[in-house]
Each structure stands twice: as structure tokens, then as C-alpha cells.
T-cell receptor, first 113, second 110 residues
Framework: NAGVTQTPKFQVLKTGQSMTLQCAQDMNHNSMYWYRQDPGMGLRLIYYSASEGTTDKGEVPNGYNVSRLNKREFSLRLESAAPSQTSVYFC????????????FGAGSRLTVL | QKEVEQNSGPLSVPEGAIASLNCTYSDRGSQSFFWYRQYSGKSPELIMSIYSNGDKEDGRFTAQLNKASQYVSLLIRDSQPSDSATYLCAVNLPGNQFYFGTGTSLTVIP
């Protein structure tokens, strides 16, 4: 049981380049999330998808787009990367009801030069 | 105002002591409350969830929730060096949003 799988684990971009972070979960969870983590800032919610077919902005959505491709997959796209987007990105998922608990992927470390 | 506030620490306790971590939240619509532990370079892992007022114990960990005061705490008894990590408080808001505090760094000194 893989849980939440993120790719890539590491990426270096130049300013202005674009890239997509991929996330997939195999737990039949309804809700999926993208967070970024910067030193001293904790985890900040970028976008989330409460259920398949819906996406909503979180605390820090500017500069990002998301796609809930199907129930399993939720991708995060940086259209024109900026140095301020250098961060560790975590994808997470939850069942979306009842004992609603977040399960995290291993993280993706992105550096924008 | 950030949804979830934590004292960033660092907090240092000697081995065998009780570590006390605190968290306040701003949204009275918060439904569920969580403590995650994060080791350096790793992803957060759930250690406690609490849904109603009072105490919830799991081994050496006790979570306490007071919705009237909008306050959540985590007590770690008999602290071990392996408990040294950053502890993140999280709340679940209506609409399935999860918000986190900035985390408290705990060091347990052998």
C-alpha cells in the first residue's frame, strides 16, 4: 500500500520555467491537498480539492494552478516559476468525512534559481 | 490573524520529563484537531486526533481540547530523545480545509 506518492522528489528550475508536481493516492480518499513548507512558516495550504471535480484556493494560491485529474490524482502546476516559490511541497489526502485525517506524501523539494 | 497559533519554541526538556505543547485557533467552526510530528527532512505524521472537549490519552501522549477557550494542548510524558522533532497543531474547518500552525521545535536532552 503506497499511500500518497509525489513526483519528483527534487527539482531545480530557472526563473520563468514551468513545471508540474504530480500526486497520486491509492487509499480511495475523496479530498486532496497541496501545501508548501518554508522555514518558520509551518505548512501553508495552496489549493485543495474536497472531492473529485472541485478545487478551491487555500492561503497562498497565487502563482499556482491545480488539476484534479481523477479521484486518485491531483497535480500542482507552476506556470512561471519565481525564486519565492523555492520551498518543500507536500501533497496530502483525507477520506473527507468522519474521522477525517490527513495523510502526507514524502514531499518534493523545489529550488528556483 | 493566522488560523492556528503555536509557540515556535524551541522547547527543551530533560529526558524523562513532561513536555507541554500549546496551540490556539481562531475559527469557532473548527471541527477536529490534530497533532502531527515532523522529523527534520521528513513529512508530518499523525500522532493524536481529538474531536470533543476533554482529554484523550494514547500511550505517553495526552491531547487536551477546550473549545470554549479555543485551545488545544499536547502533553508528552516520560520524554525520550526520539521525541525530538517539530510538533504541528492542525485544525479541520468546514469544507474539509486543514490549517496548520507554524510548529513547535522540541529537543529532549539525554
Amino acid at each position: 500500500n503506497a499511500g500518497v506518492t509525489q513526483t519528483p522528489k527534487f527539482q531545480v528550475l530557472k526563473t520563468g520555467q514551468s513545471m508540474t508536481l504530480q500526486c497520486a493516492q491509492d487509499m480511495n480518499h475523496n479530498s486532496m491537498y497541496w501545501y508548501r513548507q518554508d522555514p518558520g512558516m509551518g505548512l501553508r495550504l495552496i489549493y485543495y480539492s474536497a472531492s473529485e471535480g472541485t478545487t478551491d484556493k487555500g492561503e497562498v494560491p497565487n502563482g499556482y494552478n491545480v488539476s484534479r485529474l481523477n479521484k486518485r490524482e491531483f497535480s500542482l502546476r507552476l506556470e512561471s516559476a519565481a525564486p519565492s516559490q523555492t520551498s518543500v511541497y507536500f501533497c496530502a489526502s483525507s477520506i473527507g468525512a468522519g474521522a477525517n485525517v490527513l495523510t502526507f506524501g514524502a514531499g518534493s523539494r523545489l529550488t528556483v534559481l | 490573524q493566522k488560523e492556528v497559533e503555536q509557540n515556535s519554541g524551541p522547547l527543551s526538556v530533560p529526558e524523562g520529563a513532561i513536555a507541554s505543547l500549546n496551540c490556539t485557533y481562531s475559527d469557532r467552526g473548527s471541527q477536529s484537531f490534530f497533532w502531527y510530528r515532523q522529523y527534520s527532512g521528513k513529512s508530518p505524521e499523525l500522532i493524536m486526533s481529538i474531536y470533543s472537549n476533554g482529554d484523550k490519552e494514547d500511550g505517553r501522549f495526552t491531547a487536551q481540547l477546550n473549545k470554549a477557550s479555543q485551545y488545544v494542548s499536547l502533553l508528552i510524558r516520560d520524554s525520550q530523545p526520539s521525541d525530538s522533532a517539530t510538533y504541528l497543531c492542525a485544525v479541520n474547518l468546514p469544507g474539509n480545509q486543514f490549517y496548520f500552525g507554524t510548529g513547535t521545535s522540541l529537543t529532549v536532552i539525554p
